[in-house]
Every structure is written in C-alpha cells, then in structure tokens.
C-alpha cells in the first residue's frame, strides 16, 4: 500500500508536535543550568541566555555533594533493577508455567500491594526497618525498592514468557534437559527484551523514587540524588542553576542505560507482533 | 531402538476425563501411527510417553522398563513437534547438536552426527543459518535432523507434516518413509491425514472419545474396519451408511430403510432378524451398471481429475460414488447402480462388525 504524501507529512507533524512538548522541559533544564546567576531573573523569557557558563557544572561536580548523592543512587538503582529483574524472572517464569495450588492467591496478593497509595505506607515501613538498623542506609532502600517493583515486574516478565512457546522448553527436555536447564539455555536468551525492558523501568523507578528516600534517610551521606536536589533549596532562595546543573547530570546514567539496552527494548516492545 | 508397551493409561485434566484406558503393545522397530478426529487425545498420549505429561493411571515401559515416573531427558525419546519447536536464537547446526552437547557427546561425535544427519536430509548448505531464515519444510527437516542426530529409542511425531503445502508434505512423507525403512527405529506417529496414515504404517491405531477403536494394517482397517466409526474415518470420500431394519425371509436378508427402500444384505448369524443394522459401502466399490439394481438420482459430480465423485440419492438417501470413468462427467438426470455382495459391511446395534 503506498500512504498518501499528505497523510505521511500531517504523521511526521504530529509525532514532531508530540517530541517538542516532550522534551522542551528537557531544554528548560538545560537552558537554565548554563545561565549565569546574575541572568536568571534580569533577561526576562529567552530561548538561550546572552552568556552561558559551566560554572553551576563545575561547583556541583567539585563543591556540592552532588558526587556523593549520585554514587548512592546509582548503586540503589542499580542493586534495585538487578535484585527486582532475577526475582521477577524466576517468579514470572513459575506464573506463566506451573500450576501450583496457591498461584491464584498469590496473583491476588501481588495485585493488591499494587492498590495502596504509597504514602499510608511510610509510616509502617519505617516503623519496620527502625529496629533492624535499615533506616538511613542504602541496603534499606533497596529492600524497599525491590519490594515495591517485584509485583509489577513480576507481571511484565509473566507477559513476556508467555510469549515463548511452551514446546521449545518441551523440546529442550526431551533433548535431554531439565526444567531449569531448559529454561536458563533456551527460554532467558529468548526473553532479554522483556529481562531489558524490566531492567530499564525498574532502573528508572529507583532512580527518580522520593518519597521513601526522603522518609527513611536523613543526613546526606546516604542521601540518593532526588533527595540531594533538594539541598539546593535553602530557607531563603532556591539555586536554580546548580540544581538544574545537578538534574542534567543525574540525567546521564538513565540515558546511557537506555542506550545500552534500547537494541532489545524496541524487539520487546514489537515482539509478539509477528509471528515467526 | 526399543519396544514400548502402554497398558491400561488413562489421563485425567482435573476432573476432564480424556484417556479412558488404552492398551497399546508397540514392537521394535515398528511404524504406528494413530489417527482420530481433533481432541480424542492423540496428543495427549504421545506426550505422556515422552514424559511431558503425567500418567493418570496405568503404565509405560520402555523396553520393558516402567518410565511412568522418569523425567523426558531421562527416557531418551526424541519427538518431533507440530510448530517444529527449532530453537530461534541457535543455528540449525546448534538445534541439531543440542542434545548430543547436553549429553556431553565428545566434538568429533557431534560433527560426525550432525554432518550424517545433514547429509540425510540435506541440510548441509543450511548449518550456519538461523530457524527464522528457513523455509518451512526445511525447518521441517530440521526439526526431523534434531530428531534423528541421537539415535534415541523412538522416535514421536505430533503431525509433523500439517503446516506444509500438499506439495512438499507428500515429499516428506516419503521421505520420512525412506529414513524409517534405513533406521528401522520405534516410531509413534499422529496425523489426520488418510494418505498418510495408510502409507506410512505398519500398524494404525484409530482413536475416539479417548479409546482405541481398532489396531491393526491399514489394509486391515481400510477392508475390515471393526466398527461403525473407523470404517467412517478410514478412506476418502467416506464410506456410505444405511440405517435400517434387518429382515430374514428364507434365505434372503434384506435392509429395510426408514423410507422404506430395501437392499439386499448377505445373511449374518451376529444380527437378530428385526434388529437395526447399518449396511456401509465405500463410493470406490459402487458399480455404475446401465442394468442395476437401484436408480440414483444424480445430485453433484466433482470431479478430482484423477476420478470423479458423484453424489447421488436413492430415494433420498444420499450416496456417493468414486469412479475413474470420465464419461460420468456428464452422466444425465439419473443413473443405475449395484452394491456388490461381497463389498458391503454389516455393522450390528452398537455399531460393531458383524460377518
Ligand atoms: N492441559 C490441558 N488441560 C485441560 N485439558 C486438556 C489439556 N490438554 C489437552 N486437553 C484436552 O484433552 C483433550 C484431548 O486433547 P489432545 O490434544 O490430546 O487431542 P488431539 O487428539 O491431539 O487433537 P488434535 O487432533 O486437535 O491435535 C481435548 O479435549 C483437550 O481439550
Ligand atoms: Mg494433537
């Protein structure tokens, strides 16, 4: 089917329309990092400051505890996306292949942690990790983040092993191997779109999570960076500069993460759509 | 190679009974295939023989040894799938070797396997090429090389041929004839293909409603089926069935149809003078006679190229008829027909044989 010119330019508009708005506030940020603090209010709204400047860049990076809050964050999330995604794999791989007796609670049960607010359960989880030493500590984060992302995940990595077929496991043990070895050797390589895809939302979830890490840590030495920025708001002015400096940087990671495992997170956005 | 004895299997889903006892001896070396309509539980048979499913009740052995409790790898039983099932993200050398590598085979063994495999088949030029960059029939043979690499004890194939083209299906089917006449190995083979069936088989087993119906030669069941539903299953264009009253009067029999036609039956002692009977006879064994007996109308011809199926009624008991003579393309309003004697079968109240 050839597509009409005027549908395929109205098409290109639209997705173009849709990219802008998406990623203007993205500019903003940047925008904003590089203007000079004397400019910020004096220039009224410009596209690009007359003067731009990394200064706001070098003073997060050299004398804020920008570093600090990065490093604790890359390891939350990081730990996080990992713990969660074996987790979720072993458990969806058990969902969408046994039949167990209790299987139908379980689902019930993983779906209602999915219902609360999570603000009515700070308070709980707090008064939990207290005794165990768990609060402001990086391993209590992860316990929580792991905790929170497993259902979901767990749904996700469900979905994708439902898209193997049953007889290629099947196959695999009557060639001889075992459930486990079926499933380590033909079904995971088969699933690392769904194992990217799972990496990168749980990945980005912890990333950005601030509720819990504003509750349960205090102090900034195990302070992730969505707390850290708000170091930058002090009781009579707020550094727009250095805190928009400090947001394009925590920017990084996520990107190159998502650059790292986009080759498998488009074939697991698109697969199952054909089949073959 | 290996014999496999089923004695008394049943499976149960739950409370969904599907096998409700079967007894099945399979020799060494032999060809079975089974054949029944969709869901009678083919499938569901040759999977609790290879071990995917458990056994409700009942025993498999394997060459004697009971297996009902061993896992798939460990009843070295290699089963072709329907969906051919090749490994996606491994060559076509890799889908074949896997089973020897999972057996830690030494290297030169799995090249000298793979390579004969490939040979048999012709998959050589296809080793480094990924399932998804196949034909259908060569991941066909693929699926059949991963099959046949280590010489298992026997071999399971769920409708190998079903996603091919009648082309390429009747050239596999040959072939899979050919390699069975070299390996001479124990094979269970499911289809719902005639031709297949009768062409491939020793022996056919024909299931319904999860029990066997008859085991036995094709030629067994295509001339003596043992009942009402095999000798409708086996043969295309089905047999012909008439339902009616058998009648004894001297040493005439007769069928005396609902519309009241009679036809003339061979006498037989296993039907009560009265009773209802079913008289079946295959449209291949119908006798276009200018001086028959019966007057057909004549309803549809299809004619196949190879012959010709005419569709008659006999006073609205319709009929169908094979011959080869092409001068019935064109057979006018009517025609006369005999049922031959010798060529009928007489199927009792419960449908059973009766001779
Ligand atoms: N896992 C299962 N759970 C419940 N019922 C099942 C299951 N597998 C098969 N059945 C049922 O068992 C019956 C037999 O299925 P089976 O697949 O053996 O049929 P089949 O003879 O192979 O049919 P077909 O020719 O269509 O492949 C069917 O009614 C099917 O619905
Ligand atoms: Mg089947």
Redesign the pocket.
């Known amino acids: 089917m050839r597509s009409k010119p005027f549908l395929t330019v109205a098409h290109r508009l639209a997705i173009l329309a849709y990219i802008v708005v998406a990623l203007f506030p993205l500019f903003w940020l940047l925008k904003v990092s590089v203007t000079p603090n004397d400019l910020l209010y004096s220039e009224g709204v410009r596209m690009w400051p007359s003067r731009a400047t990394f200064e706001h860049y070098t003073f997060v990076i050299a004398h804020s505890a920008f570093p600090t809050f990065f490093k604790n964050s890359l390891i939350v999330a990081g730990s996080t996306a990992v713990a969660v995604t074996i987790l979720a794999s072993l458990a969806g791989y058990a969902l969408s292949r046994f039949r167990f007796r209790a299987k139908y609670w379980i689902v019930a049960l993983m779906l209602v942690t999915q219902m609360f607010p999570l603000v009515m359960l700070v308070a709980p989880i707090f008064k939990m990790l207290s005794p165990l030493g768990l609060t402001n500590s990086l391993t209590g984060l992860v316990i929580v983040y792991t905790a929170f992302n497993v259902p979901f995940a767990t749904f996700l990595m469900q979905s994708f092993f439902d898209g193997i077929p049953r007889d290629l496991e099947e196959a695999a043990m009557i060639d001889g191997a075992t459930q486990f070895v079926a499933f380590r050797q033909i079904i995971l390589p088969l699933t690392l779109p769904g194992i990217a895809a799972t990496l990168g939302f749980v990945f980005t979830a912890a990333w950005s999570e601030l509720l819990f890490a504003l509750m349960l840590i205090s102090g900034n030495d195990a302070a992730t960076f969505p707390v850290g920025l708000l170091t930058f708001v002090s009781k009579f002015s707020v550094d727009f500069g250095q805190m928009m400096a400090a947001g394009i940087l925590a920017l990084i990671p996520a990107c190159l993460f998502f650059l790292l495992i986009q080759r498998y997170l488009v074939q697991g956005l698109t697969a199952g759509a054909v089949k073959g | 190679m290996a014999s496999i004895d089923i004695q008394d299997i049943r499976k149960s889903?739950?409370t969904?009974s599907?096998l409700h006892g079967v007894d099945l001896t399979i020799r060494d070396g032999e060809f079975i295939v089974l054949v029944?309509?969709?869901?009678?539980?083919?499938?569901?048979?040759l999977r609790m023989i290879a071990g995917l499913e458990d056994v409700t009740s009942g025993d498999i052995r394997i060459d004697g040894r009971r297996v009902n409790d061993l896992a798939p790898k460990d009843r070295d039983i290699a089963m072709v799938f329907q969906s051919y099932a090749l490994y996606p993200h491994m060559s076509v050398a890799d889908n074949m070797s896997y089973s020897l590598k999972l057996r830690r085979t030494a290297k030169e063994k799995i090249a000298s396997a793979v390579g004969g495999a490939a040979a048999k088949l012709g998959l050589d030029p296809l080793l480094e090429r990924r399932p998804r960059a196949l034909s259908g029939g060569q991941r066909q043979r693929v699926a059949m090389g991963r099959a046949i690499v280590r010489q298992p004890k026997a071999f399971l194939f769920d409708?190998p041929l079903s996603n091919l083209d009648a082309r390429l299906r009747e050239q596999m089917r040959a072939e899979i004839k050919k390699l069975h006449g070299d390996l001479h190995a124990t094979s269970i083979y499911?289809t719902?293909d005639q031709i297949e069936a009768m062409t491939l088989a020793d022996r056919i087993v024909a299931?319904h409603a999860g029990v066997v119906q008859q085991v036995g030669t094709p030629l067994d069941l295509y001339d003596r089926p043992a009942n009402l539903f095999v000798a409708g299953f086996i043969g295309s264009p089905g047999m012909n069935f008439f339902e009616g009253c058998y009648l004894v009067s001297g040493d005439q029999a007769e069928l005396r149809l609902a519309n009241g036609v009679t036809l003339p039956v061979p006498q037989r002692a296993g039907i009560e003078p009265g009773a209802t009977a079913t008289l079946g006879i295959r449209p291949e064994h119908v006798v276009l006679d200018a001086h028959g007996a019966l007057e057909a109308k004549v309803d549809l011809i299809e004619p196949t190229g190879f012959g010709i199926i005419m569709h008659v009624s006999i006073h609205d008991v319709p009929m169908k008829i094979f011959t080869l003579d092409r001068a019935m393309l064109d057979p006018g309003p009517a025609v006369r027909v005999d049922l031959p004697q010798e060529r009928l079968h007489l199927f009792g109240t419960q449908g059973q044989r009766v001779e």
Do not use: A
């Not at chain 2, 029944?36 to 048979?45: A, D, E, H, I, R």
């Open positions: 889903f739950g969904f599907v029944g309509p969709s869901g009678c539980g083919k499938s569901t048979l409708e499911v719902h299931m």
